[in-house]
């Protein structure tokens, strides 16, 4: 038996395995009958837990890093592992901090590892903010198709540390008719798949200097989700794009499960963005992998 909690963030749910020393293997079945939601625990994802000097992947994060004593190995759905996930990062740090595995003092930050580098986490007021690094367009617009959208549209590719293309729409009604159970389709599609987000600006899209936007995703591996916390990172980088040099550097991204805060910011290396928002545990259990 193992023991594991179920976690989210507005809704991007996933199931916390602790492995500090990194003893469990988990195989591509075993994430996929952990995520059933059917005949499994159910859930976006797996975050396994484990020492950064456990694993192999732990590596590259503790020669950027050394303080970088945690990793969070994610694994999306269908089992497959990803690079980053904004929601998963804070349901992951709020693991480690309810569990005693590690403190977060108010105005310092936890380094956690993940696949796309070390991420640095802090204690914000709806819950956690993760600076998410440097961003940058992908390149090129590709054709997005998805059940429910008459005409095909335009994407811009941006990289957060994973892929996404963001799909700008007209209103909320077209936002609200979208079928996104198949996976939308990308002209060209992406080496390796993308997320895939469809956004609405809002009318007026920037209230009290804050900018505004709806969105919806499809996230590659898993299928819709009530929220993608890259997949906001993306949009609003994505809006603000589209705006111009005027458009604000904070920005309210609505999702079907809550709301997340993105901040772009200047560092040293270039803008990085930041990702604010709640997360939680939900209850624990023990399963029988076999």
Known sequence: MVAFTKGHGTGNDFVIIE???GALELTSTQVQALCDRNFGVGADGVLRVVRSSAIPEGA????????????????????????MCGNGIRVFVHYLLRSGLANLEAGSTLPIGTRAGVRDVMRSETGYQVDMGRWH?????PLARAAGLSVARPGLGID???PH????????????????NPMPILEPAPTGGANVEFVVPAEPLVRDG???VRMRVHERGVGETLSC??????????????????APSQWRVEVPGGVLGVRMFPAEDGEHVGLSGPAQLVYRGEIDLA
């Open 19 to 21: 492995d500090v020393d």
């Open 60 to 83: 590259a994060a503790l020669a950027e890093e050394p303080d970088a004593e945690w990793f969070m190995d994610y694994r999306n759905a269908d089992g497959t592992a990803a690079q």
């Open 137 to 141: 367009l992908a390149g090129g617009e």
């Open 160 to 162: 957060v540390g994973n």
């Open 165 to 180: 293309v963001v799909v700008a729409l007209a209103s909320d009604e077209e936002l609200d008719d979208l079928d996104l």
């Open 210 to 212: 804050v900018g505004q």
């Open 229 to 246: 916390g890259t997949g906001a990172v993306a949009s609003a980088l994505a809006v603000r794009h589209w705006a111009g040099t005027r």
